[in-house]
């Protein structure tokens, strides 16, 4: 068995970066980017920036005269948020709780989440909370996962199995949300616009590890009984390849009705 604790946990903001840097990461990116169809003047939100990986490029398609607002809680992410757009003066880092956005009504034209819908105690009540400070005709773009649509080919197809039963039942805490997007967007007020989804593939072991985890999750899944017999040898099985591997994310875009 894997040792749980010997298993090296990423630091968050790294982690993000990683994500971020990857090819799959870079191609769902600009195409959340996309289909925000920002332009210049607009007030754009990032619902749960973390470190400002995407801030940048916000700010980039609104100037001139645009505005891009970051908001999230942690005090880390915030301060290398607040440090990475310290030359743009067209962005502004906020403090605050997703459920309560701290915005006035009505005073943004767009929005988006990454990955970030996932974590939250409420998904409903953030889109609300985004139906609130949105102008009539504010669109939102979301970027969530279905952590059921982890798939990893194995010889051992049962193993796989039991590593995303683990993930979508121990790990995430919203592990479905990226298929209840459109519902939720509906129940909260709001007018879906398309519903996308991106399945990339990953056929390098070490990405797909540096993204999902692999040997982390494995390792705590076998703790918790969830994968049977030797999960250190599936795993290394896995790593010495040929190695194939695919997750499904949503791309949703919704708006105030004008």
Avoid at 9 to 31: E, F, H, T
Avoid at 80 to 89: G, S, W, Y
Avoid at 133 to 158: C, F, H, K, N
Avoid at 171 to 177: D, L
């Amino acid at each position: 068995m894997i040792d749980a604790n010997s298993v090296f946990r990423p630091d968050p903001i790294a982690y993000l970066d990683g994500v971020a840097a990857s090819l799959p990461g870079q191609a769902y990116k600009q195409r959340v980017l996309h289909l925000l169809d920002l332009h210049p003047g607009q007030c754009v939100l990032d619902i749960g920036c973390g470190p400002g990986t995407d801030l940048a490029a916000m700010a980039a398609a609104v100037a001139p005269g645009g505005r891009v607002i970051g908001v999230d809680r942690d005090p880390a992410m915030i301060a290398e948020a607040q440090a990475r757009v310290a030359e743009h003066p067209l962005v502004e880092v906020r403090s605050g709780d997703v459920h309560a956005l701290p915005l006035e009504d009505g005073s943004v034209d767009r929005a988006r989440t990454d990955r970030v819908l996932q974590h939250v105690a409420d998904p409903a009540r953030v889109l609300s909370e985004f139906r609130r400070v949105a102008r009539p005709g504010g669109r939102i773009v979301m970027a969530e996962p279905d952590w059921d649509g982890l798939l990893i080919d194995s010889p051992q197809p049962a193993r796989s199995r039991e590593l995303t039963r683990f993930i979508t039942g121990e790990v995430v805490r919203n592990a479905t949300v990226g298929r209840s997007l459109a519902r939720l967007c509906v129940e909260s007020g709001l007018s879906v616009r398309s519903v996308l989804t991106v399945a990339p593939v990953f056929r390098d072991f070490a990405v797909a590890d540096q993204i999902f985890g692999l040997r982390r999750n494995a390792a705590r899944a076998a703790d918790a009984g969830y994968l049977d017999g030797d999960a250190a040898q599936w795993i290394e099985t896995l790593a010495s390849g040929p190695f194939l591997a695919t997750a499904l994310l949503f791309l949703v875009t919704a708006e105030v009705p004008a």
